[in-house]
């Protein structure tokens, strides 16, 4: 069974709401937005897992390595990996967090371009492969 498609979604999307809550709680100086955040990041980082491994799973079916290009799946595939590794360094960093960095915020940036790029090239791998 793939599971892929089932994970994919819901780890984005909370992969934004996560490092949303990062961003929002460092610039509104809210410790409780960033608890939250902290308890969805470890969550997120489980997900993540789910989904990269089930991903490889998908590349090796031949009808889909078949029909997807290159130009899309390159850095769908490594992209989804650096998303699961910065999960884990934010969750490691806002968990031993230092006072007065800005390396939370930028890490929080970061992420919210690393998860959007994510999702532009799983939507354009999905329209590829359903046209």
């Known amino acids: 069974m793939i599971l892929h498609p089932l994970s994919s979604y819901p780890s984005l999307i909370l992969a934004l709401v ?4 990062y961003v929002l709680g460092i610039l509104l100086k809210r410790e409780s937005l960033n608890r ?3 308890y969805g990041n ?3 980082f489980l997900l993540l897992l789910l989904t990269v491994f089930s ?3 998908v590349s090796n079916v031949p009808l889909v390595a078949s029909k997807i290009p290159f130009i899309w799946a390159f850095p769908h595939k490594w992209n989804g990996m650096f998303l699961m590794v910065l999960s ?5 960093y ?3 967090k230092i006072e007065g960095s800005k390396i939370g915020l930028i890490l929080s940036f970061l992420g919210l371009f ?3 790029f994510q999702l532009i090239t799983g ?3 999905r329209l590829v492969f359903f046209s």
Not at 18 to 21: A, E, G, P
Not at 88 to 92: A, N
Request: charged share 5%; net charge positive; aromatic share 18%.
């Open 36 to 38: 939250y955040a902290l």
């Open 42 to 44: 470890a969550l997120l």
């Open 123 to 125: 939507w354009m791998l």
């Open 94 to 96: 806002f968990r031993l």
């Open 55 to 57: 991903g490889f799973k």
């Open 114 to 116: 690393v998860a959007l």
């Open 18 to 21: 996560v490092f949303l809550m």
């Open 88 to 92: 884990l360094i934010t969750l490691i």
